[in-house]
């Protein structure tokens, strides 16, 4: 909101693993009016509860909501590019088969030119090369340390 001057009508791409941020993401985009294009490998889908009440929300608050496995339908014309870490606390025994399985979801600068010409860059921090290649995170597309700022005043 801070940078686009507004949340509607925004989409907002997710590229990697269905995790919890991923979750409140969802749980929030249609009641802010974004439109919400999820990419995750299988077997590491948002949890299906959740993708449900998504459903339903994107059909009452009119936005709309892919679920791919494919990065770059993902991030198809889509304002924001976001992931974060592919592995975390408590799945360090299942780096190898994690990294294995996110094989092809770097976001890149390959990945952004699918995206829309204004596009930016969130991630949660910390962030691993094998998430977001350096071109990205440190392009001035990248709000990542916008994003953590704002965030310390929540905490």
């Known amino acids: 909101q801070e940078h686009y001057g507004g949340l509607n009508g925004l989409t907002i791409a997710w590229i990697g693993d269905g995790n919890n941020v991923l979750h409140s993401i969802m749980m929030s985009a249609a009641k802010l009016g974004m439109h919400l294009r999820i990419a995750t490998p299988r077997g590491f889908e948002p949890d299906l509860r959740i993708t449900k009440i998504t459903e339903q929300n994107s059909k009452e608050y009119g936005t709309k909501l892919l679920l791919t496995t494919d990065p770059l339908e993902a991030a198809d014309s889509a304002n924001v590019l976001v992931t974060d870490t592919w592995i975390s606390m408590g799945q ?3 780096k190898k088969e994690r990294l294995k399985a996110f094989k092809g979801y770097q976001i890149t600068m390959q990945t952004a030119k699918s995206a829309a010409s204004n596009w930016t860059f969130l991630h949660c921090l910390p962030r ?13 597309q990248s709000l990542v340390f916008q994003e953590a700022e704002n965030r310390k005043w929540t905490i």
């Open 92 to 94: 360090e025994e299942e």
């Open 128 to 140: 691993k090369r094998e998430e977001v290649d350096d071109e990205v995170f440190y392009s001035p």
